[in-house]
C-alpha cells in the first residue's frame, strides 16, 4: 500500500512538472512587458488621432478665414478673419498673426470709408458715430483680440491709429462751430480704442496692463476715460483717484471745459457708470451700468476739490448765443445745474446759493425746451431707489396731489416697479391700473418678468414654470423662463424638466420667423437638451437652421437678451439677461465631442455666411481644445 502511494506521489510530480512549463508559456502572452507595448500602441494611435483632428481643425479655420475675405460685407470679413485668428493662436502663432494683421487692413480700410461718407450699405452716419461709441467698430475688435494674445502686437495696431488721431484732432481745431469740447463722446479713435481695451483689460483682471495702455489717454474729460477710472478704483483707489486728480486740475483751467465736462467728472464721485450730458436742445446723452452702482467713498478732499473745480465752471460768463461753441449751451448748462444742484446743497452749500442765482437767470428768457424738468435723467443715479414700503406710503398722497391721468400713470408705474423688486403681487394690482394702455402693458411684463427672475434666483423651478405660463411675457422672454426652469428641474424632476423644454419648443415656434429670438430660442433649448437627450438636441438644432434660413438678421453671435427699457421718475430701467445657454458656439462646442462629422454637416448648412462662420470656428475650437 505503501509503495503505491509512493507511485501516486511520483505521477503527481511528473504531471506538476509538465504542466509547469505550459502555465509559463501562457503567463508570458500577458506579461508586463507585452501590457505595456500594447497600452503604448494604444495611446500611439490616439495621439495620432488627436493629431490629425487638431490639423483637420487648422484647415477648417485656414480654409474659413480665405473664405471670409470674398464676403460682400466686408465688416463680417475682417471678424471672421480677427475670431479665426484667435482661435488659431494656440496651434499655429505665426499664421494666426498674419490673419490679425489681415483682419487689420480690411478694418481699417471699412472704417476709413463709414468716416468719411454713408457705407454702402446704407448705415447713416449717425449710427456709425453710436457705433464707435459703444466700442463696436471694426478696429476696436480686431485690436480686442489681438491684445489679448500678443501686446506687441496690439501696440502696433495703436500705432496706426495715430496718425488718423492727428488728422481728427487738426480737423476739429480748424472747425470753429465745433461744439464738441466739453462733452467729448467723440474723441479720436485711437484714444477710444486704447481706453476701451483698457477696460476689457480691466475686466479680465489684468491691471498692470490695463494701466500702462490706458495711460497715453487719461488727460481729457470724456465717457471713456471717465468709465475706464471708475472700473478702476474698484481694484485700485489710490491709482484712481490720482488721475482723477489729474483731470480736476486740467479741466478747471482748460477754457474748452463747460457743463457736460462738469457732469462727467460727477459720475467719478457719485454715479459711477452712469455717464449723462445734455445737448445744446435739452436733449440727453446716457451711458450706464447694467446693475446700480454706490457711490465711492471718495477722501473729503477730493470730493471737495470736484465742487470747487465744477463751481468754477459752472459759474463761467455765458457767451452770447451766436458765439456758444460749447457742447451744453444754454439749454444743456441749465439742466446740468439742475441736476446737480441737490449735491451742493449737500456738500457746498455756500456755492449752491451762486448755482441757484444763475440758474435762474439761464432760464429767465422763457421756457426751457427739451426735456425739461420731467426727465428722469435729472435725477437718475443721485435719488434713492423708493422702497416697497415708501411706495406704498405714498401712492395715495401722489394720487391725490396729481392732475393728469399722465402724472397718475407715472406715480402706478414707480410703486409697481419698487413693489416688482420684492416679489410683491400689489405691484400687479398698481400696473394695471395705469390708464395708457401701451405704458400699462410695458410696466405689466416688466413686473412679471422681475418675478420670473426672483423664482430663478431663488431656485424655484415649478414656481418659475407657473410664472412663464401666467405672466404677461413676450414669446421669448416665456422661452427663456421655461429653460431656465428646466436646467432647475433637470436633477430632481428629470421627466418634468423635459416637458417643459417641449412647452418651450411650443412657445418658440410662436415667435415671428423673421425674428432672430425664433433662432435663439430654439438653440437655447437644444442646448438643455444636448445633457439629456442628445437625439433631441439634433432634431431642435435642425428646426433652428431652418429658422435661421428664413432670416437674414440671425447672425449666430452670442448676445444678451434685451426685453423693455422703462422710464420712471427714479431713472431708466433695462430688462436684460445674459444669454449664455441661447449661444450657436456652446451647444456646438457640445455636440461636436460626440459627432464631429454631423457638426460640420449642421455648420455647412447656414444659408447666410455670419452664423455658418460662428458654427465652423466653434467645431474648429472644440477640437483645438481637447
Known amino acids: 500500500m505503501a509503495n503505491q502511494c509512493c507511485q501516486i506521489l511520483s505521477l503527481v510530480l511528473s504531471l506538476s512538472v509538465l504542466v509547469f512549463p505550459l502555465s509559463q508559456t501562457g503567463s508570458e502572452k500577458k506579461s508586463p512587458a507585452r501590457i505595456v507595448e500594447k497600452e503604448a500602441t494604444k495611446a500611439l494611435e490616439v495621439d495620432r ?26 465688416n463680417l470679413s475682417s471678424k471672421v478673419i480677427a475670431r479665426a485668428a484667435d482661435t488659431l493662436w494656440g496651434a499655429d502663432t505665426d499664421a494666426a498673426r498674419q490673419l490679425f494683421r489681415r483682419a487689420w487692413e480690411i478694418a481699417e480700410k471699412r472704417d476709413a470709408d463709414e468716416a468719411t461718407s454713408k457705407s454702402n450699405d446704407g448705415v447713416p452716419s449717425t449710427i456709425v458715430a453710436l457705433r464707435k461709441l459703444s466700442g463696436r467698430d471694426l478696429r476696436l475688435e480686431v485690436l480686442n483680440l489681438a491684445a489679448r494674445r500678443d501686446r506687441t502686437l496690439a501696440e502696433e495696431f495703436l500705432e496706426k491709429l495715430k496718425e488718423d488721431s492727428k488728422r481728427a484732432a487738426a480737423n476739429s481745431e480748424n472747425d470753429s462751430s465745433s461744439r464738441s469740447g466739453g462733452d467729448s463722446w467723440s474723441i479720436s479713435d485711437s484714444l477710444s480704442k486704447r481706453l476701451q481695451l483698457a477696460r476689457r483689460l480691466l475686466d479680465d483682471g489684468d491691471i498692470e496692463r490695463s494701466m500702462e495702455f490706458a495711460a497715453p489717454a487719461l488727460h481729457k474729460v470724456n465717457v471713456n476715460s471717465i468709465l475706464f477710472l471708475s472700473m478702476l478704483r474698484r481694484k485700485r483707489a489710490e491709482a484712481a483717484d490720482q488721475k482723477f486728480a ?245 436633477t430632481s424632476e428629470g421627466q418634468r424638466a423635459r416637458e417643459v423644454l417641449e412647452e418651450a419648443t411650443s412657445e418658440a415656434r410662436r415667435i415671428n420667423q423673421d425674428d432672430p429670438d425664433r433662432v435663439r430660442s430654439l438653440i437655447g433649448i437644444a442646448t438643455l437638451f444636448a445633457s439629456v437627450d442628445r437625439v433631441r438636441a439634433w432634431e431642435i438644432l ?76 466653434a467645431i474648429a475650437k472644440s477640437i483645438l481644445e481637447r
Open 246 to 490: 489729474f483731470l480736476l486740475d486740467r479741466a478747471e483751467f482748460d477754457s474748452a471745459s463747460d457743463a457736460n465736462t462738469v457732469s462727467g467728472l460727477s459720475s467719478y464721485v457719485f454715479t459711477p457708470g452712469l455717464y449723462v450730458t445734455f445737448s445744446p436742445e435739452g436733449l440727453a446723452r446716457w451711458s450706464q451700468p447694467e446693475e446700480p452702482t454706490a457711490p465711492p467713498n471718495l477722501p473729503a478732499a477730493l470730493r471737495n476739490r470736484f465742487f470747487q473745480a465744477a463751481a468754477s465752471i459752472l459759474l463761467r460768463p455765458q457767451p452770447p448765443a451766436n458765439q456758444d461753441f460749447t457742447s451744453s449751451g444754454l439749454v444743456g448748462t441749465s439742466m446740468v445745474i439742475n441736476r446737480l444742484l441737490p449735491l451742493f446743497d449737500q456738500y457746498a452749500p455756500d456755492t449752491a446759493v451762486a448755482l441757484r442765482s444763475r440758474l435762474k437767470a439761464l432760464t429767465s428768457d422763457g421756457p426751457r425746451r427739451g426735456l425739461g424738468n420731467e426727465t428722469p435723467l435729472l435725477t437718475q443715479g443721485l435719488q434713492p431707489e423708493e422702497t416697497p414700503i415708501n411706495a406704498l406710503e405714498s401712492v395715495q398722497y401722489r394720487l391725490d396731489h396729481a392732475n393728469t391721468s399722465r402724472e397718475r400713470d407715472r406715480i402706478y408705474t414707480d410703486a409697481a416697479v419698487a413693489l416688482a423688486s420684492q416679489g410683491d403681487a400689489r405691484a400687479q394690482t398698481l400696473a394695471d391700473k395705469i390708464d395708457d394702455s401701451d405704458r400699462r402693458g410695458q410696466v405689466r411684463q416688466y413686473v412679471d418678468f422681475q418675478f420670473v427672475q426672483l423664482a430663478i434666483k431663488k431656485k424655484e423651478g415649478l414656481l418659475v414654470v407657473r410664472l412663464a405660463l401666467d405672466g404677461q411675457l413676450t414669446h421669448t422672454q416665456r422661452v427663456w423662463a421655461y429653460t431656465q426652469a428646466a436646467r432647475l428641474l433637470m
Open 49 to 74: 488621432d488627436q493629431e490629425q483632428r487638431r490639423a483637420f481643425a487648422v484647415s477648417l479655420i485656414i480654409s474659413l478665414a480665405n473664405e471670409a475675405r470674398s464676403y460682400d460685407d466686408q
Open 542 to 617: 435642425d428646426e433652428a437652421v431652418k429658422a435661421a434660413n428664413a432670416t437674414e438678421k440671425f447672425t449666430g453671435e452670442s448676445m444678451q437678451l434685451h426685453f423693455s427699457m422703462l422710464m420712471t421718475t427714479s431713472g431708466v430701467k433695462i430688462s436684460s439677461v445674459a444669454a449664455e445657454d441661447f449661444s450657436l458656439a456652446g451647444v456646438l462646442r457640445s455636440l461636436a465631442k460626440d459627432d464631429l462629422y454631423r457638426s460640420i454637416s449642421f455648420a455647412k448648412s447656414f444659408k447666410e455666411d455670419a452664423p455658418r462662420a460662428t458654427a465652423i470656428l
